[in-house]
């Protein structure tokens, strides 16, 4: 097998994401490449960043000024150029992210091959080319395996990034680099206009050790503010909320945690008011040890819980940072 | 100057019926599948599409020509369109499989809406879908309408703003860590997110008028596609189950559990 994966990056930066689904891909046990794709300001630095990543035998890169904040209209026939001049890939790897989400199910129907979402585990058999996948269906609650069989030329696949460590930098390491002429799309149907990315000083939800979420209860955005964020810098904690601390508007919702929200597995999860929906479990249930206080003994989360403390969080929490700090 | 001639609106907004979200879902037996004998509806991510063109139509009044629902599923997938037409929608498509047919994939399905639109008279300006099944949570079929049809796309959409004289939308979509803005011209297929609309219950009126809504029948042979899965499923089972249940009865015992697991204060 040979593998294209998508390397994404943000800031100059490699998305962790992306280095999980690389780790993934050395499982199918060929050949593995990896496409950046960029403005001329971004490609440069993150080819030397990801040609000294370990198990890449080459890294295709190609920039264009439409690469800058590329939309899948743009970048698709960037793919479908790789994928179809005598291609030697077998596989297309990415992340499960957004613009991966968007991008990769659009190449693949335009290929005439079917994609996989947000695959937890792989075996590749190369006498029979194919590939076999487990994958979270209805919201976590079951586990599906499926396979892929050689009939499909090119097997494309996202990955979960919980299910899988990140790819790590080797000394010594010096993949082979290839620059790819860009496609141009001079009348895209879709343009970029903005993006708007929440700053905080805090970590990454999708990435962060710790994670400290607050649901309804957190009554407003000061109050899950002002009850949460101390918390979490006593910890180095990234901070998630559930849907309906979303919804209520008490969070941005790139804070959701859940089956349509973001997936995590740190080693810590503090569930504070959050009664744990089915959908909200999906989203946090294979953490290392999670954490929940709640003032109703009979709510879910406490059937997951590690830790469970039937209390009123507004007690427990300046207790709680006051006991850590010491 | 002449008047920019009235542009019209036709809208297509695919649903799946899909065990109902509030169900614990049980895996059977036979590890085939799960038990499917239970209460089922509306996609949520479906009804929030259907929510969005009903919106449209209270807008911009006439110009939404049309509002067509449709369905690939079995017999009872009826219920799902009927619902979509107490919500507003005008008309309904129902592509019918056997009770017995496994779930068409997302690739199929594409096929089957791409044979559709290519079918309707009046074209289709846009279409609306859920981002993903709650099912199958694959997330894949707009996507892949939209590399078929070689249109525009905007997934995970949190706020739609059509105008239909320039025939083109500002799209804002929910992305990892944050949102983004995109306009797209028309033809457009849009994704929804959780909050672009809270969908309405239909009216008791509205229930009982959608049973004269007409719904056209059609099968995968009318419109030439095969809707044989490519991937197979070889089993599906219970995830691993967490043991939970641990309780503490103080803060200073939670703070202990904490340091046993080697977290600490930064």
């Known amino acids: 097998p040979h593998a294209l994966v998508f390397l994404e990056h943000r800031q100059g930066i490699l998305d962790s994401g992306s280095l999980s689904a690389l780790t993934a891909a050395q499982q199918l046990g060929g050949k593995i490449s990896a496409l950046v794709v960029g403005g001329p300001d971004q490609v440069p630095g993150i080819v030397e960043k990801a040609k000294k990543l370990k198990g890449l035998d080459s890294v295709l890169h190609s920039t264009s000024p439409q690469y800058s904040a590329p939309v899948p209209e743009v970048l698709s026939p960037l793919f479908e150029k790789l994928l179809t001049e005598s291609s030697p890939f077998t596989h297309v790897v990415s992340t499960t992210s957004s613009a991966a989400k968007s991008l990769i199910p659009r190449v693949a129907a335009r290929l005439n091959v079917p994609a996989i979402s947000d695959i937890t585990s792989l075996v590749h058999d190369a006498a029979d080319s194919s590939t076999t996948f487990t994958r979270p269906i209805y919201a976590g609650n079951a586990i599906a395996t499926v396979r892929a069989p050689s009939s499909v030329s090119i097997k494309f696949f996202t990955v979960r990034s919980t299910a899988f460590s990140a790819a790590s930098i080797q000394e010594g390491a010096d993949a082979e680099t290839l620059a790819v002429d860009p496609v141009d799309v001079p009348d895209s149907p879709t343009q970029h206009l903005k993006t708007t990315i929440a700053k905080s000083d805090r970590p990454d939800l999708g990435v962060a050790s710790r994670v400290i979420s607050g649901g309804r209860a957190l009554k407003d955005a000061n109050t899950f503010a002002s009850t949460l964020y101390p918390l979490a810098d006593v910890l180095g904690a990234a901070v998630g909320a559930s849907r309906a601390a979303v919804d209520a508007g008490y969070a941005d919702n790139s804070l959701q945690v859940g089956q349509t929200g973001k997936v995590v597995a740190p080693e810590l999860y503090m569930a504070l008011g959050i009664s744990g929906a089915i959908q909200h479990l999906a989203g946090m249930k294979d953490s290392k040890l999670i954490v929940a206080v709640n003032k109703d003994p009979d709510a879910p989360i406490f059937q997951v819980a590690d830790v469970g403390l039937v209390a009123d969080l507004y007690e427990v929490v300046p207790q709680l940072i006051e006991k850590l700090k010491k | ?266």
């Open chain 2, 1 to 266: 100057m002449r008047p920019t001639p009235a542009r019209l609106l036709n809208i297509l907004v695919p649903v799946k019926r899909a065990v109902d979200y509030a169900v614990k879902i049980r895996v059977n037996p036979q590890q085939t599948g799960i038990d499917t004998n239970v209460k089922h509806s509306m996609n949520p991510f479906d009804e929030i599409a259907v929510e969005e063109a009903v919106r449209l139509r209270e807008r911009f009044k006439d110009e939404v020509k049309s509002i067509k629902a449709i369905t690939i599923g079995p017999p009872k997938s009826l219920d799902t369109l009927r619902t979509a037409l107490a919500m507003g929608a005008d008309s309904a498509i129902h592509v019918e499989i056997p009770e017995s047919s496994p779930s068409p994939e997302p690739l199929a399905v594409a096929k089957t809406l791409k044979a559709v639109i290519e079918r309707q008279k009046e074209g289709v300006d846009l279409v609306i879908l859920g981002k993903q099944s709650i099912d199958d949570d694959l997330g894949l079929t707009g996507q892949m309408l939209s590399g078929l049809m070689g249109w525009s796309q905007a997934t995970f959409a949190s706020k739609v703003d059509v105008d239909i004289a320039k025939k083109e939308a500002v799209v804002t979509r929910e992305i990892d860590g944050g949102g983004e803005e995109v306009r797209c011209k028309l033809p457009l297929i849009v994704t929804t997110d959780l909050r672009l609309k809270e969908p309405r219950y239909a009216s008791l009126p509205n229930i009982m008028k959608a049973k004269k809504k007409p719904v056209e029948k059609l099968s995968a042979s009318d419109l030439g596609v095969d809707l044989t899965p490519i991937l197979e499923t070889l089993k599906v089972t219970e995830p691993p189950q967490r043991v939970g249940g641990g309780k503490v009865e103080s803060v200073d015992e939670l703070v202990a559990k904490l340091k046993e697991a080697g977290i600490t204060a930064v």
